[in-house]
């Protein structure tokens, strides 16, 4: 059904290409190889080395076209789960007014604002400091000036307690931002709110109706100087984790004696530079940190990350050697969760 599904939308892409007057398809095929050296906290048992090897699930395939004041894309990657299916990545149609563009489909949001990071399917200190609001189905209004307002859909992951049936999201996502360019100098705040409901109707354990409130506010700068590229983000949020993003234990705390959640508030950031020797070969490095806390835990959950790599291109070909440390430090109860070493590379193509 899914290969039937698939083979008629590239038909559909297909045939839309006789109108459009620009059409471009495009894609990515990457491979990471990887040594992975995790420490006994975080096995169980003891420290192990193994190798990590294989097609990494954002490697990607597209098409780009445009007619008139309509363009349009569609990705699809790669479904790594021994199933060589496919999934959709983007889907969407965005069309160009005076002085602002209307998307409608699947694109990203605001705060996936990245590091370079290429090791785990590109990781992108994601959970480790970046933030990550994924790829959903939404409303964008993007302004010439560089605002951006959007209606998405929402993402939701339940408190331990709560299951995904007995709550109930009843507005979407809401994300608003500012794009500011000016020169060698880009800045970037963007927020996410969303709010959920828990019916005492559906909860036996519930007294009355509770809600809890999900947000995040980012902050992303880059600053150019000739070879030297400096990038860097700061972002706070409460309950972060029921929206689906990643990072350490950032869910709200369900208190059954009091009848209410206990918000957990996660405090993270990265920054990286890069220098580029030439057009072929850039040095990158990078360090994330992520924490959160609430006031039942007995100690704040954190977590890091850093990484050095240098990135080799030769024509469409990229080796990205890099190595680093992602870093679990201590739960919110104090004990230690481990770490991983890695070293390795990521062979990329682009065509």
Same mark, same amino acid.
């Given at each position: ?17 006789? !109108?459009a007057?620009?059409?471009k ?5 990457r ?12 096995? =169980?048992?003891?420290?192990?080395l ?26 699809? #990657? ?22 602002? *563009?209307?998307? &409608? ?11 370079s990071?290429?090791? #785990? ?11 990550? =609001? =994924?790829?959903?189905?939404q ?21 331990? =307690? !709560?299951?995904?049936?007995? %709550?109930?999201?009843? &507005? ?14 880009y800045?970037?705040? *963007? ?7 828990? %019916? ?16 995040? !506010? ?7 100087m ?10 706070y949020? %409460? ?22 959640? *206990? ?24 360090? #994330? ?6 006031d ?19 024509? *469409? ?8 440390i ?26």
């Amino acid at each position: 059904m899914k290969k039937s599904l698939f083979i008629t939308i590239i038909i559909a892409l297909l045939a839309s290409c006789v !109108f459009a007057q620009e059409f471009k398809p495009y894609g990515s095929a990457r491979i990471g190889y990887w040594y992975d050296m995790q420490s006994k906290e975080m096995t =169980g048992n003891k420290a192990d080395l193994d190798l990590n090897y294989g097609l990494q699930s954002n490697s990607r395939f597209g098409v780009n076209f445009t007619k008139d004041n309509l363009q349009a894309k569609v990705e699809y #990657g790669a479904k790594v789960d021994g199933t060589s299916t496919v999934n959709l990545r983007l889907l969407y149609a965005k069309y160009a007014f005076n002085d602002m *563009s209307l998307l &409608i489909g699947q694109d990203y949001d605001g705060t996936n604002e990245y590091a370079s990071q290429v090791y #785990g399917d590109d990781a992108n200190l994601i959970g480790f400091g970046a933030v990550d =609001g =994924g790829r959903n189905p939404q409303i964008k209004a993007e302004f010439k000036n560089g605002l951006y307002f959007s209606l998405i859909k929402p993402a939701f992951t339940a408190s331990s =307690g !709560f299951g995904a049936d007995s %709550s109930d999201v009843l &507005i979407p996502r809401i994300n608003i931002g500012y794009k500011f360019n000016h020169e060698n100098i880009y800045i970037h705040p *963007s927020f996410v709110l969303q709010q959920t409901s828990y %019916s005492k109707d559906d909860n036996s354990d519930l007294s009355d109706d509770v809600s809890t409130l999900a947000y995040l !506010f980012a902050v992303t700068g880059q600053m150019k100087m000739d070879a030297i590229t400096l990038r860097a983000q700061a972002n706070y949020g %409460s309950n972060t984790g029921n929206m689906g993003y990643k990072g350490p234990g950032n869910k709200a705390k369900w208190m059954a004696a009091d009848q209410e959640f *206990s918000n957990t508030s996660t405090l993270g950031g990265f920054a990286e530079a890069s220098y580029a020797l030439s057009k072929e070969l850039v040095f990158n490095t990078g360090f #994330g940190y992520a924490s959160s806390s609430n006031d039942e835990w007995d100690e704040d959950d954190a977590q890091a990350s850093m990484y050095v790599q240098a990135k080799i291109k030769i024509q *469409s070909l990229q080796l990205i050697p890099e190595i680093g440390i992602q870093d679990k430090m201590k739960n919110n109860a104090g004990v230690k969760e481990g770490n991983k070493t890695y070293f390795g590379t990521q062979l990329r193509m682009d065509f």
